[in-house]
């Protein structure tokens, strides 16, 4: 045992003592403090703009983020740890799914008292009838996106407090010899600031990134998006919707974003980033974030790629006990360890479609305007995805 271990197991009566006294404290605050709640929802506002309609509807959700959050910060101390490794896009690729699998591990810990993203999950739950309530736990921070704000996406000291306390990583090395702990996060991996600050923060972090037919992942995040009630002008549902308009990228656009990849690491995000990317009026945005090669030049340019795992959807899908004991190795967690079992997960983790499908005509012209970056894609694995099919 490490003598740090031996320290942690001493003094384990005086930690929980704490625990507890943080956590009722923490209870109290959302009466004390009604501006913090205000100022965490605005955060998580910039951070996710759909979470506005989640929050609308949420009932007790700014109270409970306040409470969340100060709980965090007065455990602060005992919060010493960074991920290990991320799960780190793309979006409408079973990251979520991917999370509460690698979950199940007695060695694996993902986020610790900020499920910001489980508030919105039982909305979603709600909205989708997908009765998937209580049981996804995605636990998504959207660190590096600003849901702390947006001069606050390098702060270590920030960041440490979503993971969980020494006192659950001691007791997992005591008892299984081996902790880890990780961020998932699908947008990660499209916003070009993300590899510099991830590098800065974690240098030595694993990275998990799954793919899906660029096809698929597009109308997923739409029919999401339009099931939480944004309010979107662009389509992919309809012949007309996305078949007339360039698709390609403006040159106010690129100088845009190329700003923000060069963005020193101690400049604010822009005011209008997560805006722009989950625009209601502009389709690029998310089409450009199933450009998986683009997206992924700037993290091989960031990190070594033997620090890269890329996962197909479509083996996660066909085989996802062996896809998921293959990324436990990749991160350094014993797939064979006795008090780890791989359980199935209930059948209302997959989305409900119900019935709306991508117009043919859009179709055709979005395989088209994939086809460099899959093949680009291709060049960069070296090897072929299921869903490249005969023209890549
Ligand atoms: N095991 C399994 N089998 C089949 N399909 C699965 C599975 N896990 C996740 N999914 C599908 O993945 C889509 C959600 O992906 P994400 O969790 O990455 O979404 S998010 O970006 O985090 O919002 C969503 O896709 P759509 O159903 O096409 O919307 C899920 O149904």
């Known amino acids: 045992m490490e003598r740090q271990d031996a320290l942690t197991l001493a003094a384990l009566p005086l930690l929980g003592i704490w625990l507890l006294v943080a956590r009722i404290l923490s209870m109290l605050t959302p009466l004390l403090a009604p501006w913090l709640s205000y100022l965490l929802a605005q955060r998580l506002y910039y951070a996710t703009p759909f979470a506005v309609y989640a929050l609308r509807s949420g009932g007790g ?163 999401m998006l339009r099931d939480l009630g944004m309010p979107l002008q662009w389509s992919t549902l309809g012949e007309h919707d996305l078949a007339g308009d360039s698709l390609a990228e403006t040159e106010e656009d690129s100088a845009y974003w190329a700003a923000v990849e060069k963005l020193p690491l101690d400049e604010p995000l822009p005011a209008d980033l997560m805006q722009r990317f989950y625009s209601t009026t502009d389709p690029r945005p998310a089409l450009r974030a199933a450009k998986y090669a683009d997206c992924l030049d700037r993290f091989l340019r960031a990190f070594p790629k033997e620090n890269m795992m890329f996962v197909d959807f479509a083996d996660f899908v066909a085989q996802p006990e062996a896809t998921v004991r293959s990324v436990l190795k990749f991160v350094g967690a014993d797939a064979a360890l006795p008090a780890y079992a791989f359980k199935p997960m209930p059948p209302g983790m997959q989305g409900k479609p119900r019935g709306r499908t991508m117009h043919p005509a859009v179709k055709q012209r979005l395989r088209q305007y994939y086809r460099s970056s899959n093949l680009a894609l291709q060049q960069m694995l070296g090897r072929s995805l299921s869903w490249f099919g005969e023209d890549v």
Not at 73 to 93: A, E, S
Not at 188 to 217: G, S
């Open 61 to 223: 959700a700014k109270a409970i983020l306040t409470r969340l959050v100060v709980r965090r910060y007065l455990t602060l101390p005992l919060r010493p740890h960074l991920p290990h490794f991320y799960i780190v896009g793309f979006p409408k690729c079973g990251t979520t799914s991917m999370c509460t699998y690698l979950k199940q591990h007695p060695c694996i810990d993902g986020l610790d008292g900020l499920p910001y993203h489980e508030i919105l999950e039982k909305w979603v739950g709600r909205v989708s009838g997908s009765g998937a309530v209580g049981t996804l736990g995605g636990g998504e921070s959207h660190f590096y996106v600003g849901a702390l704000g947006r001069s606050s996406t390098t702060s270590t000291s920030a960041y440490r407090s979503f993971f969980p306390t020494i006192v659950a990583s001691t007791l997992a090395r005591v008892r299984h010899g081996n902790w880890l702990c990780f961020d998932a996060c699908p947008v990660h991996a499209c916003l070009p600031h993300v590899p510099a600050r991830m590098k800065a923060m974690t240098p030595n972090a694993k990275l998990v990134f799954m793919m899906r037919d660029p096809l698929a992942a597009v109308i997923s995040g739409e029919l």
